[in-house]
């Protein structure tokens, strides 16, 4: 299963680190995406971690503010945010895929449950 933590409530422009801990199977060679939905609104890709060679994927309005980045001693991947915006006020969902690159259109094959993220302006 994977457990998200580290969403809360802050102020525009503050940061925010979100973790996605992995346990029952090793994240080493799955690719890690981040979601995020908005009531009423469809659930959208964030970023996402390769599982072949750790590469990177952003939508780009979290493009520069946004790192996502994995450390498999710990089971885990990361999702750093800085300046965030009212906008990003969403839930957010890690999902691992048991793939070795990042197709945000594939059924993941482990969703958290989900950490919501509250950007006051």
């Known amino acids: 299963q994977l457990v998200e933590s580290g969403g809360g409530l802050v102020q525009s422009g503050g940061s925010l680190r979100l973790s996605c801990a992995a346990s029952?199977?090793?994240?080493?060679?799955?690719?890690v995406g981040w979601f995020r939905q908005v009531p009423g609104k469809d659930r959208e890709g964030v970023s996402c971690?390769?599982?072949?060679?750790?590469?990177?994927w952003y939508e780009d309005s979290v493009m520069g503010r946004f790192t996502i980045s994995r450390d498999n001693a710990k089971n885990a991947v990361f999702l750093q945010m800085n300046s965030l915006k009212p906008e990003d006020t969403a839930v957010y969902y890690c999902?691992?895929?048991?793939?070795?690159?990042?197709?945000?259109?594939?059924?993941?094959?482990?969703w958290g449950q989900g950490a919501q993220v509250t950007v006051s302006s």
């Open positions: 999902a691992a895929l048991a793939f070795r690159v990042c197709v945000l259109n594939l059924d993941f094959d482990y």
């Open positions: 029952g199977f090793s994240l080493d060679h799955y690719s």
């Open positions: 971690i390769s599982g072949n060679d750790n590469s990177t």
